[in-house]
């Protein structure tokens, strides 16, 4: 069982709605969580990092929250664009670590 | 742009043939890492290197994959007897681990755009 798990898989939306996208881990001890965006056939970009103390991240339209209670984040995205179309990759860090471990993905496609 | 360059974006071979990627990372970073992404699938991790010391690898690195970072700077990834199971994304990320990073600033990393496998 994979120790990030995301959803959904996938997500259509319209132009200016907003959504919000699900990770949920297993990782412990636990360091930070990072959402990075991926668009097609390029690499991950870094939106938003937090550590456990921290419940809410916000870079522009992207708004990260964390709980590490429950082990659960989101990406809450406002005002959609055509541009927002793209992979999110939720990321967990280990305490103690330095390795990503990667959730699948939730693939956003905006469109007009 | 991350400051992570990757070369070729995209290479197309034949199953057999041999392949080599290379990664320049961003110049003041003493980690470089390699990964793998498949479509539809998060990034794998492959190995990683500090300075010119590789200092673990992936079960998913077979004997056919070797990497290199032999003066601390570039790094190359070569594929021998490529299979069309490597058609792949491979990714390379750098990151500056040191004394003065906590556990945000230090070990960020910042990836390349990648190289596109492709195995006829």
């Known amino acids: 069982k994979n120790q990030v798990e995301q959803s959904p898989q996938s997500l259509i939306i319209l132009e200016g709605k907003n959504c919000t996208l699900q990770c949920n881990y297993t990782v412990s001890p636990f360091s930070n969580l990072r959402w990075y965006k991926q668009d097609t056939g390029r690499g991950p970009v870094s939106l938003t990092i937090?550590?456990?103390?921290?419940n809410t991240k916000s870079n522009g339209r992207y708004t990260a929250t964390l709980d590490a209670d429950t082990k659960q984040s989101s990406l809450h995205i406002t005002a959609s664009q055509l541009s927002d179309s793209a992979s999110y990759i939720c990321v967990v860090q280990g305490s103690g670590t330095y390795k990503y471990i990667f959730g699948t993905g939730t693939r956003l496609k905006v469109l007009a | 742009d991350t400051g992570v360059s990757q070369n070729p974006r995209h290479k197309i071979t034949k199953r057999g043939q041999n392949v080599t990627f290379r990664c320049d990372p961003i110049?003041?970073?003493?980690?470089l890492y390699w990964y793998r992404q498949t479509l539809g699938q998060g990034p794998e991790f492959l190995t990683y290197?500090?300075?010119?010391?590789?200092?673990?690898k992936s079960r998913l690195l077979s004997d056919r994959f070797s990497a290199e970072r032999p003066k601390g700077s570039f790094s190359t990834l070569e594929i021998q007897r490529t299979e069309q199971g490597d058609s792949a994304m491979y990714l390379c990320?750098?990151?500056?681990?040191?004394?003065?990073?906590?556990?945000?600033?230090?070990?960020?990393?910042?990836f390349g755009p990648g190289t596109r496998l492709t195995v006829l």
């Open positions: 937090m550590t456990f103390s921290e």
């Open positions: 990320a750098s990151s500056l681990f040191g004394l003065a990073g906590g556990p945000k600033e230090g070990n960020e990393q910042f």
């Open positions: 290197f500090q300075n010119e010391a590789q200092l673990e």
């Open positions: 110049s003041e970073h003493n980690r």
